[in-house]
């Protein structure tokens, strides 16, 4: 399993249209994906559901990444998170 | 006569009946259905048809107000395809036997109500989003026209607030002005208004659904909206109506016409821009190309600092589209009061004489390159200039130059291709005038920054209030050190244009021409009123500009 750490600097936080681009860019992955911010989690395929733990500036949001291809998809959302949120 | 106040975004005038405009609430009865697999294939259809909807809005809005505030659909299509959100809709209709209108208002509605509750008001404001992509749905379902609500006669539109797919839905041939109870000045309202030139009010909380129907005059210039106004009032109002009208008219027939004095003198006049998001209103304005593309909007609007191919994307789609007119790129301007974390900048006990623009360019230098790479990639596109700011000194452009050079020739190794531009600098600093001719013969062009230049000359910050009365805007040795750099530019065969707010001072029009100045570049309202300005000078006989004047 791959764990990403990040922290969040927009300051709109994980806000609708770059969430559903990298929902979307997800899907391509066979891996399990799960965001965690504090005990609150969700699958990061779900766009509602990542813009539902209202992920906010400054915050420390940790990625979880299980399956055959996490190391490729681990990559892709850590460098995905850092260019746009 | 009765008065409501607003906030207004245009000055302008609108003059005719109000027409209230109500989204359809649609009263969905809690009805169980026989077949729910029927329903199930409705909902599918439906669903489908209103993705596909989501980039027809798109396009309509991109070409309305500009692809960065189309972007909002495509938000609205991603949520409509949210596994969870279709999810719930199927397990009412498959679990609990409902019509799919029954399961798509209950499923939409509660997530809706979910954004609305929580602490974010980014994501609160998403909970209008829900409802919009929802009544999208149940127009489908319900076979409902949406446009219908806005009639057939040209009105006065009032609401409570506008959806961003409602206004995009509107007819704008019919609309005289848009009145809302909610909004903001940054909505999709508002952003409709400015670039289609509407008048438009916003906040206007007195907004009454009895005004259906009724004669009003919406005032942009101050702020409010009479219904059945006095019949003096209206006459005087309609007056000053057809005085804007006869403006634009004016203004328009200008189009495609160049700045040329009586006498033909020829002046380029062209805009100032922020970003892609502002190309609408440089075409709408007809300006002759771009003087000054602020690059910084790319660093500020993002939390880490841009990648090549970010800046790329936005550099080459405001060069292409332009071509072949001129866009004078200058490469970003930070520090002082524009700063970002990611430079990780020290405060600075002086920022306006700190670590900024170009100084922060040549100290960092992969920082620098990634920039020149993107302006260099996007100049194959179009016409293109590209100009340091903030230089005092010969071996700064020097310095700024060779690195440029090596973009160049890295660029080429790697097989991009590369266009013609030219290399130019703001002169906005003493230093610069000063040694004006030592410049001038490194560069093409010359562009005269005059809000620095005259913060910088008179020591003044403008932003000081107590110092209203030392500021002088025409100060002597402001127009005196424009004259100078004019002539340092000639006599080195080099263009200048001004840039600074002071380009678009039409006191100072004939000025400049009278100084020789070939180039304003002034906000993109500004351009066709100063092309009628210089199309109505006549210089022949009049003396070259002297210092001795001021």
New interface residues.
């Given amino acids: 399993m791959k764990e990403i750490k990040f922290k969040v600097?927009?300051?709109?936080?994980i806000?609708?249209?770059p969430a559903?681009?990298l929902?979307?860019d997800a899907k391509k992955f066979n891996s399990k994906i799960t965001v965690w911010k504090g005990d609150k989690s969700c699958d990061l395929?779900?766009?509602?559901?990542l813009?539902?733990l209202?992920v906010?500036q400054n915050d420390e949001i940790v990625v979880q990444v299980e399956g055959d291809d996490e190391a490729a998809c681990a990559e892709m959302i850590e460098k995905y998170l850092?260019?746009?949120? | 006569m009765k008065i409501a106040a607003g906030k207004s975004i245009l000055d302008r005038i609108g003059i005719g009946k109000i027409r209230i405009y109500k989204a359809p609430s649609y009263e969905i009865s809690d009805r169980t259905v026989k077949d729910p697999e029927a329903e199930l294939k409705r909902f599918d259809a439906a669903l489908q048809k209103a993705i596909g909807q989501q980039d027809i809005l798109y396009e309509k809005a991109k070409a309305e107000v500009g692809e960065e505030n189309a972007e909002i659909f495509e938000a609205h299509r991603m949520m409509l395809e949210d596994e969870d959100l279709q999810g719930v809709t199927r397990e009412i209709i498959r679990e609990k036997k409902k019509s799919a209108e029954f399961a798509v208002k209950t499923a939409f509605d509660t997530y809706a109500q979910f954004f609305a509750e929580l602490e974010d008001p980014y994501m609160q404001a998403r909970s209008v989003d829900l409802i919009d992509i929802g009544n999208t749905v149940l127009d489908i379902l319900t076979g409902s026209d949406p446009g219908s609500i806005q009639g057939t006669e040209p009105c006065i539109l009032v609401a409570d607030d506008l959806t961003p797919s409602e206004t995009v839905r509107l007819d704008k041939s019919l609309l005289l002005g848009i009145i809302t109870r909610e909004g903001s000045a940054n909505s999709h309202t508002a952003i409709l208004a400015r670039s289609m030139n509407l008048p438009a009010l916003i906040q206007c909380r007195d907004v009454d659904d009895s005004w259906d129907g009724r004669m009003a005059i919406l005032d942009g210039y101050n702020g409010c909206v009479y219904i059945d106004p006095d019949p003096d009032l209206l006459e005087s109002m309609k007056k000053k109506y057809d005085a804007v009208l006869k403006e634009d008219e004016l203004l328009q027939e200008l189009r495609g016409r160049t700045g040329t004095t009586i006498d033909g003198r020829r002046i380029i006049i062209a805009a100032n821009i922020g970003g892609p998001s502002d190309l609408g209103s440089v075409l709408a304005n007809d300006a002759e190309g771009v003087g000054l593309f602020r690059s910084e909007f790319l660093y500020l609007n993002s939390k880490g600092e841009p990648t090549e191919e970010q800046q790329f994307a936005a550099y080459r789609r405001v060069v292409e589209t332009l071509a072949p007119a001129l866009v004078i790129m200058r490469t970003c301007d930070l520090g002082a009061d524009k700063t970002v974390d990611y430079l990780n900048l020290e405060e600075e006990e002086n920022p306006a004489l700190g670590f900024r623009a170009i100084r922060i360019c040549l100290t960092r230098k992969d920082f620098f390159k990634k920039q020149l790479r993107a302006m260099l990639r996007a100049s194959a596109y179009g016409s293109m200039g590209i100009m340091f700011p903030m230089i005092t000194s010969r071996w700064e452009v020097i310095e700024a130059k060779k690195i440029l050079e090596e973009c160049k020739e890295e660029l080429r190794r790697e097989g991009h291709r590369i266009g013609n531009f030219q290399t130019g600098i703001m002169v906005e600093t003493p230093a610069a005038v000063f040694v004006a001719d030592d410049l001038a013969e490194e560069v093409d062009f010359f562009s005269i920054g005059t809000n620095d230049l005259l913060q910088y000359t008179c020591a003044i910050d403008r932003q000081n209030e107590k110092l209203e009365r030392f500021t002088d805007m025409h100060h002597p040795a402001v127009l005196r050190a424009i004259k100078m750099t004019v002539d340092a530019g000639h006599r080195h065969g080099i263009w200048v244009g001004i840039c600074g707010e002071l380009g678009a001072d039409p006191a100072l029009t004939e000025t400049f021409l009278r100084m020789g100045v070939d180039e304003l570049s002034v906000n993109a309202g500004s351009v066709l009123p100063l092309r009628r300005l210089v199309r109505s000078l006549d210089l022949s006989g009049a003396p070259e500009w002297s210092p001795e004047e001021v």
């Fill in positions: 600097t927009d300051p709109l936080g806000h609708a249209r559903g681009i929902v979307k395929r779900k766009l509602l559901a813009m539902g209202s906010r850092k260019e746009n949120f």
